[in-house]
């Protein structure tokens, strides 16, 4: 791959048109704020990132946590030209020099298909074909269809959201230039190659158009004739995947200080120890100067530093195996190069997570709730699609939005209907939805 065919400004569906411009901002910022200014991005606001949404004490959501890793991604992407730069003098006054802007706007979207209730929704709407009454369906549709809503991941479905053309909709999806759409797809393959972990990048509705993208990029596939599509990673995904990897790790640590699942003492030893002897010293006494007193205010600030070493550490790993990156032969995250000291304390915040706060009791609770939740409307309206003649079935595709093809003729089209409309409510709104169709609660006028 190369860096000049790499960033495109190219618009997925206006290849061919160049309309008039009144303002001076670039094409990839125009991606950034459609991003900001739109519904399924405003809708991050009421889902959750791991912390019940909150009550007296303020946590992350899913839209504060995307903000956060735009910051760090577009601090990732800004380093990065510079160093490159140097190494490539010709890379300057192109379009290298907005990579900082690609990455921040596809950190923005690298949750927007993610379900209500977090991974609890994804693996429920997983199970309810898996396991549940779905698994009826298996000889009603395609294999590879199948393994679409087997395997649904907020990844392939963010893709989708970005891409598809949704009813009433001028042009497929959000128009986004072609470098932004490739740098959001983490896993560039389809569900049959999905593996063990389940992850992919796009749905079979969607390969047609990744495969447009990165045939415009000069990103390689990797598959031979008769396999499973698969596509080398676009670099940038690197530096995007690098920011969400800092951010929820690092958040998640703070959210639990504030919550007391995690004492005080506990989370300054954790974040203390991204530092070497000296530095830690050197951090502690700017606090001391500084007058910073508050417990949660030496999190934050403490927490500040961790990010800016870790974030240090992801641009010299991407800079110095440019070449591999390149070549699509780097293995791994960023995250999984960074220097053995600052390793070590990532993977101990990790343990830490899973022990403690992932299955921490109000984690659980909601888990559980939303996947329970999730089942049931995924049942009601499944059924609906399935049998959209009877009575019931009517009353509830009159709820789905207009945007949805929940009236179209074939079954696979009305059930990829559900899982948009499902999948696109939040938490509240799944909530509100799922008391009413079980009656209980009813609608006050």
Not at 17 to 25: L, M, N, Q, S
Not at 154 to 181: C, D, E, P
Not at 238 to 265: F, G, N, Q, R
Request: proline share 4%; charged share 25%.
């Amino acid at each position: 791959m190369n860096w000049q065919q790499l960033i495109s400004n190219k618009r997925l569906g206006q290849e061919h048109r160049h309309p008039e411009r009144h303002d001076d901002r670039t094409e990839f910022k125009r991606d950034y704020d459609r991003l900001i200014f739109s519904a399924p991005f405003r809708r991050l606001q009421n889902k959750t990132q791991v912390f019940p949404l909150p009550g007296s004490i303020f946590v992350h959501n899913r839209l504060t946590h995307s903000l956060e890793v735009a910051s760090v991604g577009m601090s990732l992407g800004n380093d990065v030209v510079q160093q490159l730069t140097k190494r490539h003098p010709e890379f300057k006054d192109t379009l290298f020099q907005e990579i900082g802007q690609i990455v921040a706007t596809a950190c923005l979207a690298h949750d927007l298909g993610n379900p209500p209730f977090g991974h609890s929704g994804e693996k429920a709407m997983q199970a309810y074909f898996l396991e549940g009454p779905g698994k009826e369906l298996q000889r009603e549709v395609s294999s590879i269809f199948w393994n679409d809503l087997t395997h649904f991941e907020g990844n392939a479905n963010a893709f989708r959201i970005l891409t598809h053309q949704f009813k009433g909709r001028r042009l497929g999806g959000f128009v986004m230039t072609y470098s932004t759409l490739a740098s959001i797809v983490k896993y560039p393959y389809s569900s049959t190659a999905a593996g063990k972990k389940g992850k992919f990048g796009f749905f079979d509705s969607e390969k047609d158009a990744y495969r447009r993208i990165a045939q415009e990029l000069g990103i390689p596939c990797l598959s031979e004739a008769g396999e499973p599509l698969r596509y080398a990673r676009h670099p940038l995904v690197y530096l995007v995947e690098a920011a969400d990897d800092i951010c929820y790790e690092i958040m998640d640590i703070e959210d639990a200080h504030k919550l007391k699942i995690i004492s005080h003492d506990e989370t300054m030893q954790l974040l203390l120890s991204f530092f070497d002897k000296e530095s830690q010293q050197h951090i502690l006494q700017r606090i001391d100067e500084e007058g910073v007193t508050d417990d949660n205010e030496k999190v934050v600030y403490l927490r500040a530093c961790v990010i800016g070493k870790l974030e240090n550490e992801c641009v010299s790993v991407f800079v110095d195996n440019e070449e591999a990156i390149l070549s699509g032969t780097f293995t791994g995250s960023l995250i999984d190069h960074i220097s053995p000291l600052q390793q070590e304390a990532y993977q101990r915040c990790c343990q830490l997570s899973v022990k403690y706060i992932y299955k921490s009791r109000p984690v659980l609770d909601v888990e559980l709730s939303g996947y329970q939740i999730i089942q049931t409307l995924m049942q009601q309206f499944t059924e609906a699609a399935v049998h959209p003649e009877r009575f019931y079935s009517k009353h509830l595709i009159s709820r789905v939005s207009s945007q949805y093809h929940i009236d179209a003729p074939d079954l696979e089209t009305r059930l990829m209907a559900i899982i948009d409309y499902i999948s696109g409510m939040t938490d509240v709104y799944a909530l509100d939805v799922y008391q009413k169709i079980s009656g209980i609660a009813l609608p006050i006028v």
